[in-house]
């Protein structure tokens, strides 16, 4: 299909994309500038400052646009009679952007904004779904700790650890929009970028290099701009049936984990698989206990696990560990890494890049090296996970790539460094390829860029934490989950419970449950004992919160047929599980700013309660359908804003009258 | 002299400023850039969070020089074969500049930077004297509460009143600076700018339009080059005698404060002034009391004033007041100046423009309608203040021009806000002058601009922190002072205890014990109850801070004759009264970096105590003199760190061996 039309026009051109008008060029406004600038980097355990130490911003106001067979091409310059400084050819999908002198580092684009336009993506965004009227720098880092700076949290972590963040950080950035004028637009670079959208006449789009390409897709309806996007930067592996089918729990208890997990079974809880990150053994720091980064079995911490693995798999339970792409410098991993020359090097030194992750320090797996991915993907995680019967793992971090580190195939680390998460996706895919087990193993992802889905089955929303903030508590999971399936990627989830408990800020019981309700309705509902286990409540540790979650997992369990049919729409048409309302009820436009809900397919509107103290919650449903509230079984119209009941236990769900698992709701509605 | 040497190069020039090379502008590392943008203006309450949509940034890689009569005139181009955008026209004393495209409004100039260069200045700067290392946009605003993000104090202010500000923030701006490199550089424009000099390599200016002219100045002496400022500047007034032959209490309790007046003379101190700011009434908001901005005497809250005012002046003893240049839109004279059209419009109505000053709302006289000076001056400074019988006044603000206010001179408020300062000075100037009391009436002004100095006889430091914190209290005055006279500016002061009390932040005994020193050793010595006098110790609320404050106006009231040497010199050579040591100690660059201390005068050392808890403390005293300890009287070599005692009540001051006011030092030294 084409999406592109190029139209010559006085002293410049426009560009369509679909039926929106995207560029208008001209003398006076130019759209395209170039330029050279000098990046200044400061980080600080994944999080970044940076900024640009400018020289050049030129506006190319001077086109001529040639004709040839393979299409047009435009040449801009600064000025007529000037040599021109970039090449674009114009295909049907998009540009091709040739810099057309060496030094040219920065680039902007300056497209159409229409007054009320929405635009929906950049990546997995925490704060804001819809990102018109702000800026958003893309560039994977820790989303920061409380991440509002009018919170105390916020500003204690600024000030401790320069770790507070921003509305627009985010693990996973992705420099790719769809506009409510539909059409989408990416970016296709990995360099620092930054989607200004504050203009009410233009949106301005920057890139610390010329991008490769300018890709713009076009559709009428929004759930195919979703489903050409999902194509474009590749559909999530499938989700396997298991991790849908009960809870995954989350212990690190050592071997005490097991009889855990007896417990809340025998509470009633479903479970599918026992999530043990300390499966590697602890160290503990001033955060909290920390994992000991050299990524084998600790069998002192757990005697006999090949055998713990085997008893729960002949249960249907599956057991699940952790890595990272780091290794300890005191673990045995990083000295045969070292020795082989497989970590990323400094560049005053021919010794390994050490990065400081908090009290204790790791080298960088040179994933550049393709030996180097292979002996990751093969001896760690292929020999000592897979094989030794880890069916899954949080394949965690990505965002700390340094940018001044020496790569052995070259690239810049400024380039490298979005980059990097989609390569480390890439290199736990081919591990659970070498060992058939695509489809079957699972790993879950915080970090993300352009592509990550397309090797990673999971995305989880990092780390939120243990609170109902505006920007960092529960309510952010859901924005992350709609920004996220705007790019195309079909599953979602989170921490149940959250994750970072600091400054006396611990879980209460509202909280754990409002969190289990909310993870009942996600594809995979997987709990979390956060950073600082002893000093917060856990779900075992209450007979009522226990009780609540075990009930939530049978929710969820009896799910499982449901999901099973969005899996297989995720899998055909790229659309996500948990889905913005505007994709399947586009023709109702007060759907289209909603980012509390979202629809869980397109037979149910889920509404979590994601604040304190309420037992009253409102929700919006959209027109063109009949509504049935979960729980009491009442009807209502769509078009509307209702209020229902909300007590804990019965998170505010609807399911559309006529649905073809009707029956299957209704019975799950009798379960609370 | 000839400052300016122009001196071709290669493919560009050189540029000396004395001996130091100034830029050195070639086609591969240009040294000037012209630009197009568009400001962002978000203000609140006097703090401004100014940011640009830039469109353009031009380097001026292409020039050629013309030899004329007059001089040298550079063109300056994109790149060869394209219009010249930038003529500079050199002289021996600068640049003279003129934009060649009427659209651009953004001018950047690089100026070489060497290892180890100190530079001062930039107006009035509170946080750091050296300016090294940092970047300081300049434009007058509130200096901002607490200043430093890592205070509890910052972050609320900046959360419930976006108020914190930062290092930078300051209520007297100035585009000039002085490099150790022995040359100032002061850029002729009005408009928002900015000094960067966090590049190792260049100094990066940043002004948005493009100035008039760039002026230069140089020496081999410091104190030359800072003489030639506060020639091209002006000279600031000479204080009165009686400013400086004891101390101004601030008081504003209606007619009690003359009781308390008569409390503190009868306690042992030296009054040359009474300050009462309420003489117009009161007005209480959650700040705190404020003042009813309707500049008549109020003669409900002060019943007969102008007799009181007639029997200080019997004694000895000046009446002060307050005025600034806002009225109120509940005062008559907000009436009379809306009825004579003196008010300052709006951009969108033919109505005054109204300033939220918290909780009350005022308009802004348009001193660009030089009726409105005129009536200003005349009708309420020379009638309801001088002829009233007031010798002086606080004039307070000038900092709050909105930035879209329409003036009668057609202005662009983005041109008349940073100009509005020196404006607002020659406004009073010019009143005093009506009566003939140049010389004799006195005001004070915390904001300011290029040329404050010409009409306003003493700068005062603006609202610190009741408190001893780095970057808000205390100390900060002492910066004041320095980088305020690098500008050409004699005479500095501050409000004696500090300011601004929130939070339960509020004055300790040491706290007014120390500041108390400090001012006996500043020209003027003039008390403040604060924001919130109730919730505040007060010089008088406490025996012994009231003695010790007492003993500190006889040591002031006794170092008059030494000052009045001082004034003498200031209006000879412009130099400040308190003093960077190296201006006075050039040769012994030890001294450069010192911004804890001053010299006063070049005969006297003072390194007030800033911290609180102390009995001892450390100065360090220049090379070339023997230093007298004026307390004990125990000799000290210069050119060393000396730790000496410092109890509440013998402030760390030293004066030189040798100087011809030896007799009255030494005097001085057995009064405590």
Known sequence: MTVVRLIPAGDGFDLMAGDALLLRHRVASPALFVGTGTADVDAYRGNYVLSDRLDARIPLTHSTIDSTPAGAVIWLAASAGTPPLLRIAVDDAGLALAALDPALNRFWLRCVAEPGERLWGGGEQLSYFDMAGRRFPLWTSEPGVGRDKSTQMTFQCDRDGRSGGDYWNTNYPQPTYVSSRRYALHL?????????????????????????????????????????????????????????????????????????????????????????????????????????????????RYPHLREWIAALADRGIRFLGYVNPYLAIDGSLYAEARAAGYLALRQDADEPYVVDFGE???????????????????????REMLDYGLSGWMADFGEYLPTDV??????????????????????????????????????????????????????????????????????TVIRAALSSGMMGNAYHHSDLGGYTSLYGNVRTPELLMRWSELCAFTPVMRSHEGNRPDDNLQLDGDPTVLSHFAAMTRVHAALAPYVATLCDEAAKTGLPVQRPLMLDWQDDPDCWGIETQYGYGRDMIVAPVIEPDR??????????????????????????????????????????????????????????
Chains 1, 2 share one sequence.
């Open 188 to 300: 296709d670079t990995t360099a620092y970028s930054c989607f200004d959208f504050r203009d009410p006449t233009f949106h301005e789009l920057e890139a610390w290099e010329v991008p490769a390409r300018i890709e713009l897709f076009a559709a009428d309806r929004f759930a195919a701009i979703v489903g050409q996007l999902s194509t474009r930067f590749g559909r999530q592996p499938r989700l396997p049936a298991w991790s849908y089918e009960g809870a995954i729990l989350g212990l690190k208890q050592g071997v005490e984990s097991f009889a855990r997990m007896e417990a809340m079974i025998a509470a009633g809880a479903v479970v599918s698989g026992l999530w043990c990150e300390d499966w590697v053994g602890l160290r503990v720091t001033s955060f909290g206990k920390r994992l000991f980064w050299d990524w084998k079995a600790n069998e002192t």
């Open 360 to 382: 204790f320090d790791c080298g960088v797996v040179d994933f550049t090296n393709p030996a180097a991915a292979d002996w990751f993907a093969d001896r760690v995680i292929g």
């Open 406 to 475: 020496r790569l052995h195939d070259g690239t810049d680390g400024m380039l490298a460094h979005n980059a990097w998460p989609t390569i480390w996706a890439e290199v736990n895919a081919r591990a659970i390829a070498s060992r058939d087990r695509t489809g079957d193993a699972l790993f879950f992802m915080r970090a993300g860029f352009t592509g990550v889905g397309a090797h990673c089955p999971l995305l989880w929303a990092g780390d939120q934490c243990v609170d109902f903030s505006r920007h960092d508590g529960i309510g």
């Open 615 to 672: 037992d009253r919650w409102t929700a919006y449903l959209p027109a063109g359908a009949t509504w049935i509230h979960l729980w009491p079984g009442t009807q209502h119209d769509g078009g509307r804003t209702v209020e229902v009941a909300a007590p804990i236990g019965q998170p505010p769900v609807f399911w559309r009258a006529g649905s073809p698992h009707a029956a299957l709701f209704t019975a799950i509605g009798h379960m609370a």
